[in-house]
């Protein structure tokens, strides 16, 4: 379902949905209509705030898109 | 002359007119609005029909702009305006914002987008994804470096009396950095805890949010921040530094005195703090009651100080302000507060049973709780601190408590919510009545009231009315006084006091008639809120640090001349619609008869902290949370760097200001901004860049690989509803470029394109289009009616089919794309104030003999360049403006020859 908010709004939720996030894709990476649902917002919505933090690298894509998507998770740290 | 030449705009247009006149020998100043020069053209995939690189063609081009030895390239400026001289010459009123970053030291090592707590839509990503308020424009930008956009003070931060940097707590706690949440109000004040309760929060009154559902609760956000602060075991955590060898005392422990003894220990100096009472806090320890600020909470606070070094005696009245100086002390800082109580002058106040509510409120801090069992209590004054009186009665047992003010409930100087809560605790209050005395035999029995007609006069000072023939008499065992308090002038007689209940001092650097000691507080100012001593504190230490160092004292720095205030209707303006929150509530457990002094107020979750925080609009947009100066490696950042102006002379003008992009939600048809699976070619363009905000073409409704892709051209182009009847001339081929593209990155997909018609009018462009047929894309001509969306974020394309019958049909795909036109970027005209620079009919800057002297405007000596004349592809742009620079170096040379020859005439007149 998705419904259309101010992409401003949106955008500026970002700081607030990362920890949600974060914990909906500790188990394993996940694709967005998979942590839309987890964390129970619109998949538009969840698009922004992925990629936001995929820009700035506390999400990393898996290497292939499986049925269309790619799959979301936190990115390995390497000791 | 400054400059031969102004340049205003740097996108491809803009750096070619400038490169050509800089090649030429002439001087260019180059103004351009954003961080980096480069215009649209660096935003760009590839181009058309080459499919080479836009960056790799465009990024040479940069660089020879900002490196070239006759081109000044001012990014992140503004030009406010543009006047012509009798001699033809331009004065230019150029600005070179502040981009708050020091451009020698950046290093564009993007540390500061990383830490940044506030996420704006990215414009040099069409709004597709976040960037940061701290930002370098895109990865190519040249020059590379960050920007802090700070658009103003966000109301929250200009409000606070503190100083506090509320605006930077409150975005701190939303992105979970609860610590650092702390440590921003710590930089102001050791006072978090007692702040986070005990603050009326002007913050809140001044929230733009407050205009839409509600308020964001900032108070309560910094008792969390201080909550999970002191939740901590490792406490008090602060780093002593290292000792400068000066003393300051300081008299007095209230919210002044403490933040100055905070911020001078902070610095390095022997601090001591001497305190009449027997335990430190002042007002906060001593009058505010444990169920609205408990003693465990201020003291936590107060051991912050202590554990700088920060020495408090007790039990300690200072007088003899000589007798500091000669024990050692470099300078003083008198925060007394305003301990002493007003009286009424009425007969019987002199009974036993009658008290003041500070000693009364002290007693009951202190330990001497008086058991108001079976009791009646009358409470006189309508101000908070009658209130806080009221409502401790209550607590001790009273059998009934009056509080009667001269004020209706209304007018009452207290706060409407705590007024509020004093009667769902069973205070009767009795509004609009004065006291004629107090009767009784040595000791009180009754307090005598006389109606109050008006408190004020017509100037609104305070003059009260009464009607003496309307009176009552209220029977009580005590009567608690609060109406008013001051600050004892008499123990400083060295110091000049001003009117008969404060002192007297320099309301910029509160230093006092004896240069070596300042005075903050509510000593100078009268009674006020613990907010605003806490600023006064913070202000003193400032200048006594000065002071002591030998500087001299003027402005507080970061204070007095912080940006002006974000205009509410300007925050709100930034979107076109709000989605209503939730408001965090706060539900009081009051009961209506309250028996002790337990907290009323419960802690806020993490929970509630998160969403009440997540409501911040971003006013000011940077927070001024702090954490970008913290982590640049090259102490780069600077927020209090200042914009600056100047006006430069110079010899002609190109405007090459290029154009805009259609707003395709003008064709709500098509759905843009209703279906997030339609965007724009622009924002396509985007997603099939090398720095795309995806990791690929996704579409932005659910992440999903497109793989069926619609193109509707002439979108806002060649439509007269719109109001746009032109071509845009470009768009056939970016599209057919874009299409090409998109067939390269994914293989399976479909694309088909809705047209009117192909318009391949170039060198290749026919070939170009053949190509794109030849990969597979399939043209449909004829124009789309309507879009609709399914549930699965699929959309149903309704489109006349002209080549196959005309016949209306309906074809599914998960993205489509709206090949939007350009519209003329009106701005150009406000550079010339004093004279109209013409458009065409079209509303682009008009060229008055175009066919001849193309770049010509009516403006002698002001040319354009680019797209800012019409729509153009980049080739044509960059042979637009290089005429425009012919005509500009025609123009200045005829300026030279003219110019000789009058010099010629003279000498020979001379001669």
């Known amino acids: 379902m998705n419904t259309i908010r101010d992409i401003r709004e949106v955008i500026r939720e970002e700081p607030v949905m990362q920890r949600e996030i974060l914990a909906a894709v500790k ?15 619109p998949a538009d919505e969840v698009v922004f705030w992925v990629m936001g933090m995929r820009r700035y690298g506390k999400l990393k894509e898996s290497k292939e898109a499986t049925d269309g998507y790619f799959r979301y998770g936190a990115p390995e740290v390497r000791s | 002359m400054d400059y031969d030449v102004l340049v205003v705009g740097s996108g491809i247009g803009g750096m070619e007119s400038a490169l050509k006149l800089g090649d030429m020998g002439y001087k260019v100043l180059l103004v351009e609005r954003e961080g980096s ?21 465009s990024t040479p081009k940069m660089a020879s702009t900002i490196h070239h030895p006759n081109i000044t390239a001012m990014t992140y400026g503004e030009v406010d305006g543009i006047r012509r001289d009798k001699n033809g010459r331009f004065h230019v009123q150029v600005r070179q914002k502040a981009r708050y970053v020091d451009e020698a030291a950046c290093t564009g090592c993007q540390q500061c987008e990383t830490a940044c707590t506030v996420a704006v839509p990215d414009q040099f990503n069409a709004d597709l994804v976040a960037r940061r308020a701290a930002y370098i424009p895109f990865p190519q930008a040249v020059p590379k470096k960050a920007v802090i956009e700070r658009q103003g003070t966000s109301p929250c931060t200009n409000t606070c009396p503190a100083g506090i940097k509320t605006h930077g707590y409150v975005s701190l706690i939303r992105s979970g950095k609860y610590e650092e949440a702390f440590q921003r109000v710590a930089d102001v004040t050791p006072l978090v805890a007692t702040l986070g309760r005990a603050c009326y929060a002007p913050c809140e009154d001044q929230c733009t949010r407050g205009e839409l559902e509600a308020p964001i609760p900032i108070r309560r956000l910094k008792r969390f921040a201080a909550d999970t602060h002191y939740g901590r075991k490792d406490l008090p955590n602060v780093d002593r530094p290292q000792a400068n060898g000066k003393r300051v005392a300081i008299i007095g422990s209230g919210p002044a005195g403490l933040t100055a003894a905070w911020q001078l220990a902070r610095q390095g100096y022997g601090v001591k703090i001497f305190e009449a009472e027997p335990q430190p806090g002042g007002a906060m320890r001593l009058s505010i009651p444990s169920y609205r600020l408990p003693v465990e909470a201020l003291e936590r606070d107060i051991a912050n100080v202590t554990a700088l070094g920060v020495e408090i005696a007790t039990s300690t009245r200072v007088t003899d302000l000589d007798k500091l100086r000669s024990d050692g002390f470099d300078a003083v800082c008198v925060a007394t507060g305003t301990p002493s109580s007003a009286k009424l002058r009425v007969d019987g106040e002199d009974l036993a049973g009658v008290q003041s509510a500070l000693s009364f409120l002290r007693d009951i801090k202190l330990g001497a709780k008086p058991n108001l069992a079976g009791k009646t209590v009358a409470v006189i004054g309508g101000g908070n601190v009658a209130i806080d009186a009221a409502r401790s009665a209550q607590r001790l047992g009273a059998t009934a408590v009056h509080q009667i003010c001269l004020e209706r409930r209304g007018e009452m100087p207290a706060h409407t919510w705590e007024v509020k809560e004093a009667l769902d605790e069973s205070v009767q209050l009795h509004d609009g009545w004065g006291i004629a005395g107090f009767t009784g035999n040595l000791e009180v ?60 001092a320099n309301p910029q650097t509160l230093q006092t008639s004896l240069p070596w000691v300042f005075a903050a507080g509510d000593a100078v100012d009268g009674p006020t809120s613990i907010a605003t001593a806490v600023g006064k504190g913070n202000r003193a230490a400032y200048m006594i640090d000065r002071y002591l160092r030998g500087l001299e004292l003027g402005a507080f720095e970061g204070i007095d001349d912080r940006l002006g205030v974000m205009d509410k ?43 009440g925080s997540g409501g911040c609009l971003d006013c000011g947009v940077c927070s001024e949370c702090g954490q970008c100066v913290e982590t640049c490696p090259a102490d780069a950042i600077h927020l209090d760097m200042k914009e600056k102006k100047q006006e430069v002379e110079v010899g002609a003008v190109v405007v090459s200001t290029g154009y805009k992009l259609f707003a395709a939600d003008l064709k709500p048809q098509y759905g843009f901004g209703k279906y997030p699976n339609v965007i724009t070619a622009m924002q396509m363009d985007r997603l099939l860049a090398p720095t795309r905000p995806f990791n690929t073409i996704l579409r932005p409704g659910d992440g999903k690989v497109p793989e069926r892709i619609a193109y509707i051209m002439c979108t806002g182009s060649r ?68 879009i609709s969306e399914k549930d699965d974020g699929n959309l149903v394309v309704r489109y006349e089919d002209i080549e196959n019958g005309g016949n209306l049909v309906e074809a599914e795909y998960d993205l489509v794309v709206l090949a939007v036109g350009v519209q003329p970027n009106k701005d150009p005209v406000g550079l010339f104030p004093e004279e109209k620079l013409a458009l065409d009919d079209y509303s682009y800057v008009a060229e008055l003999d175009e066919d001849l002297n193309p770049g010509r405007t009516n403006i002698p000596g002001v040319f354009v360049a680019g797209t800012a004349s019409g729509a153009k592809d980049i080739v044509d ?35």
């Open chain 1, 27 to 41: 188990l394993g990476p996940m694709t967005i209509p998979e942590i839309a649902t987890a964390i129970s917002r």
């Open chain 2, 445 to 504: 029995e009754a307090v005598d009231l006389k109606r109050c007609t008006a408190v004020f006069d017509a100037e609104h000072k305070f003059r009260p009315q009464y009607d003496d023939s309307d009176r009552q008499s209220i029977r009580c065992d005590l009567a608690i006084v609060a109406i008013g308090m001051g600050v004892d002038t008499a123990a400083f007689p060295k110091l000049a006091p001003n009117g008969s209940r404060a002192l007297q």
């Open chain 2, 569 to 611: 209707s300007q925050v709100l303006a930034r979107q076109k619609s709000y989605t209503p929150r939730k408001v965090i509530k706060l539900s009081l457990p009051l009961s209506a008869h309250p028996q002790d002094f337990a907290e009323i107020e419960p802690p806020m979750t993490e929970a509630e902290a998160r969403a």
């Open chain 2, 877 to 911: 742009s960059i042979l637009h403006a290089g005429a425009a620079a012919a005509q500009v170096a025609a123009h200045l040379e005829e300026q030279a020859q003219a110019q000789r020859e009058t010099t010629q005439a003279k000498m020979k007149v001379l001669a």
């Open chain 2, 37 to 57: 020069v480069g215009g649209r053209m660096i935003l760009l995939s590839k181009v058309f029909p080459t499919l080479d690189c836009a960056s790799c063609i």
């Open chain 2, 719 to 786: 439509d007269k509803t719109v109001d746009n009847p032109l071509c845009s001339k470009f768009c056939c081929m970016y599209s057919v470029k874009q299409n090409q593209l998109i067939m390269g990155a994914l293989p399976l997909a479909d694309v088909t394109v809705h047209y009117m018609d192909i318009r391949a009018a170039g060198k290749r462009y026919e070939e170009f289009y053949d190509q794109a047929k030849s990969m597979g894309a399939t043209y449909v001509k004829g124009r789309v009616a309507k």
